[in-house]
């Protein structure tokens, strides 16, 4: 039933994912777009920490993990979100429905091995600036869409029962569509330019596990892992017309190297297996090259990207017979990020909360789980945005066994 399922799911997503804009927020128009890679639901409902070695619930954060899974396990996500941005002057709101993550993990005795499909950024804003009312002002629409996708493969090895390894290959993807209307009042037609960005590229992550109890039924649990820097092949072409000219003109084609900058993440938690976790997680990572021919602007500089987060579990009683709810599994966390862009000399940040919740589905291993983040992005300050925004989170992580050998005809 469950190949049934991983097969109709990933013709789905492929090509939703594709159709889909994952993000309302102005500030996806510089780079590649919004950062979108945030790991499965269950972890980012603890605000990404990921440290425990899980034999149920699948980690793509870090490939080491792949060598501790029980059970093939088959993970799809998605995400509804609010936002409400603010500047000085306005207000306004945007929705958004998205694909999140497709996975599937592998067990194979010692090794364990995950394939999947996940965003990696997305733009998506559309932004005007009437003065029409205004002669000789300059009025302006700007729009963007598309974004980047990660494919990847990964194997983990356990070293001991406590200790793993693993490494990934990620190939990165996308299309980013760019367009700006800008018409002077007083003068009937208006100029439009497209930008259109297709983007290619690999990159490696590596990672290790290791946990160890440390008093009666406490354990520490410990995570690292470090993504290589990759570059992106960028193939531009522009395209210039004015209204009522039946002959845009289109600039000759070029091609622009991207960087995606190294990250290292570190991790480490304490608890009790199946019952409570407490951890945190650290995310370092460099400034990269990522503006392009058309999102380069003298008021914006990249500088390192860095990540705090708190998090963690608690499951009443997971072998109850008598209570559902004291099965489910209770998650919480707490972030601050700062997203490696200054505009205006103004340092983006983002802060949030997030809860969540696992529901067993019962006599199986699998589960459907609930998270909801809210948090504020950006500063009116400036002159800039400030995006409060809400996301409510769907998953659904299916368990089975592959390759069992059947004991009867």
């Known amino acids: ?42 972890f980012r409902s603890m605000a990404g920490v990921a440290v425990e070695q899980d034999s149920i619930h699948l980690n793509i954060e870090n490939p080491a993990s792949y060598a501790s899974l029980g059970q093939t396990t088959f993970s799809v996500g998605g995400t509804f979100g609010t936002t409400k941005l603010k500047s000085d002057t306005e207000t306004s709101k945007a929705q958004r429905s998205t694909f999140d993550y497709l996975a599937v993990g592998i067990p194979m005795g010692k090794f364990g091995a995950a394939f999947g499909l996940v965003p990696l950024s997305s733009v998506g804003y559309r932004l005007s600036n009437d003065n029409t009312a205004i ?3 300059v009025s302006s629409q700007l729009e963007g869409k598309g974004g980047v996708n990660k494919v990847f493969f990964g194997v983990g090895y356990k070293i001991t029962p406590k200790w793993n390894i693993g490494a990934d290959i990620q190939y990165n993807f996308g299309k980013i569509t760019t367009t700006s209307i800008e018409l002077v009042s007083g003068i009937q037609n208006a100029t439009r330019e497209v930008n259109t960005a297709e983007i290619a590229g690999t990159n490696f992550n590596i990672g290790t596990m290791y946990q160890t109890k440390v008093y009666k039924k406490m354990n520490l649990y410990t995570s690292l892992n470090y993504t290589f820097s990759g570059n992106l092949n960028s193939d531009n072409t522009r395209v210039v017309d004015v209204d009522g000219d039946p002959d845009p003109y289109t600039y000759p084609p070029s091609s622009s190297e991207l960087k995606l900058p190294g990250k290292l993440t570190i991790g480490a938690g304490i608890g009790e297996a199946r019952k409570w976790l407490v951890g945190t997680t650290l995310a370092f990572q460099g400034d990269g090259k990522l503006n392009n021919n058309y999102n380069t602007m003298d008021n914006v500089r990249y500088e390192k990207y860095s990540k705090y987060a708190i998090g963690g579990y608690y499951v009443p009683n997971y072998s109850s017979f008598t209570s559902y709810l004291s099965r489910v599994t209770y998650r919480a966390g707490f972030k601050y990020e700062k997203l490696g862009l200054i505009v205006n000399n103004e340092s983006i940040n983002d802060v ?8 067993p589905i019962t006599g199986t291993f699998s589960n459907v789980n609930f998270g909801l983040e ?21 998953s659904f992580s299916f368990n089975d066994r592959w390759f069992v050998k059947s004991k009867f005809n």
């Open 1 to 42: 039933m469950i190949k049934k399922i991983i097969v109709s799911t990933c013709l789905l997503i492929s090509f939703v994912s594709f159709a889909q804009q994952g993000t309302a927020s102005p500030y996806s128009f510089y780079g590649i777009g919004d950062s979108r890679l945030k790991g499965t639901l269950e």
């Open 135 to 137: 002669p000789g002002a």
């Open 352 to 359: 949030g909360m997030t809860l969540g919740a696992g529901f």
């Open 374 to 394: 809210f948090g504020k992005k950006g500063t009116t300050s400036s002159g800039l945005i400030k995006e409060n925004y809400m996301n409510f989170s769907l």
